[in-house]
Structures are given as structure tokens and as C-alpha cells.
């Protein structure tokens, strides 16, 4: 089994090739609803985010608030590391979890959903592939007012918080460019996925396991031959 990063950009349409993946049977591994089920009320991260950021932060219910969390950090880059810091360490041992059930269950690969997977930088060593979801500036840009509600100036704001699609390009191995209709984009994603599907990366590991197999079978055959006799 190996691991496929994907990530892409705010508006870039992320969502939409999940939904694929999904659809086809892959399993997918997605870090932001890791993100919010490790910071649930009594959890260790929601302690020391309460601690680090006081009770404003949460609603009625005791749960976080995302949005004014978020306010926070997007201005205060020191709060933003912070913030990373405890939670990050949590998402991880969760991540891991989900990889470890997948290879129990035999999967031949699994997507890992990353949405700053090109700007943390330190999990894309133990990615084989990364994937990035694309579309030109233009689009995103509409696309992103058109679903917020956001004008020009606050839509360019969130979009250039975050590291440009161009940069991410040059990382991936893989690019979908989801700039057109959507069957362009689903077009994409199955060619991704037929790809992976034939890969022969890690091959001699998937043969040594059926060696290993073999050879044990061997083993108790000659052992059952030997006590009926």
C-alpha cells in the first residue's frame, strides 16, 4: 500500500474530486473532519486551546468556534503556529489510525485529503504521489465570492493568505485541472485513478508477501504430513 497527498487551494474545487474518489471505492482520509473531531469538548486539544485562547472562542455548547477561531488566527501569524501546534501532533496520531486500518483491510493505495499539504511541506516525504486540484486565478477568484458572499478585495485577501495554485503545481505529481465543467474534472479523476490502480510501485513488497505466504503454507503442509504419518 501507498500513500496519495491531495490538496489543492480555497475555491479550487477539492471537494468535487473527493466526491469521486469516494464514488469509486478509494479511501480517502480527510484531515479537516480529523481536525474538528480532535478538538470536541473534554478532548486534550480543546483544553489547551481553551487555555492558550480563552472562552471566548467557544459557543453555547461548548464546542469551538470556527469562525471567530479562525479570525484570530488569520491575523496573528504567531497564533496561527500555536494553534498548529496543538493540534497538528493530534491530527497526525489520528491520520496514522485510519492508515492502519486501511492496509489491514487490503486497500492498494490511500488519498490522504491535505488542504496544506504544499505549505506544511514535512508530510509530503512519505507521500508517493501528491495530487493538486487546479483551476487559473480567474475562476478561483469568482468561484470564492460566488460561495462566500465576499467582495473583490476580501475573496483576493483570503485567496493570497494562502500559498499561490502555481507554486503548488510545480510540486505535484499529479495536477486535475478543474478550471472547466465538471466531467472535465471527472474525466481527470478517472485516469488518476486507473493510474494508480496499475501502479507497480511497492510490487516487490506485495511479492514478498505472497512468498511469505507461500512459504508458510508450505511450512504447515509439511508439518501436518509429518504428525499424519
Not at 480529523?34 to 470536541?40: G, K, L
Not at 490511500?110 to 506544511?120: A, M, N, Q, S
Request: glycine residues 8%; positive net charge; hydrophobic residues 45%.
Amino acid at each position: 500500500m501507498f500513500l496519495v497527498g491531495l490538496s489543492g487551494g480555497i475555491a479550487s474545487g477539492k471537494s468535487t474530486v473527493v466526491a469521486v474518489l469516494r464514488e469509486l471505492g478509494c479511501a480517502v482520509i480527510d484531515a479537516d473532519v480529523i481536525a474538528r473531531q480532535v478538538v470536541q469538548p473534554h478532548s486534550k486539544a480543546h483544553q489547551q486551546i481553551l487555555q492558550h485562547f480563552g472562552p471566548e472562542i467557544l459557543l453555547e455548547n461548548g464546542e469551538i468556534n470556527r469562525e471567530a477561531l479562525g479570525s484570530i488566527i488569520f491575523s496573528q501569524p504567531e497564533k496561527r503556529r500555536l494553534l498548529n501546534s496543538i493540534t497538528h501532533p493530534e491530527i497526525l496520531k489520528e491520520m496514522l489510525k485510519q492508515v492502519l486500518k486501511y492496509f489491514v483491510l487490503g486497500y492498494r493505495y490511500v488519498i490522504l485529503d491535505i488542504p496544506l499539504l504544499f505549505e506544511t511541506r514535512g508530510l509530503t516525504r512519505f507521500m508517493k504521489y501528491t495530487v493538486l486540484v487546479y483551476c487559473d486565478p480567474p475562476t478561483q477568484l469568482a468561484r470564492l465570492m460566488k460561495r462566500s458572499g465576499l467582495g473583490v478585495a476580501e475573496a483576493e485577501a483570503r485567496i493570497s493568505s494562502q500559498l499561490p495554485l502555481e507554486e503548488k503545481r510545480r510540486w505535484a505529481t499529479h495536477v486535475i485541472d478543474n478550471s472547466g465543467d465538471w466531467e472535465s474534472t471527472r474525466r481527470q479523476v478517472l485516469q488518476l485513478h486507473t493510474r494508480l490502480e496499475d501502479s507497480l510501485d511497492f510490487l516487490w513488497a506485495r511479492l514478498a508477501l505472497g512468498t511469505a505466504a507461500a512459504g508458510l503454507g508450505g511450512l504447515v503442509f509439511l508439518l501436518i504430513r509429518h504428525f499424519i504419518s
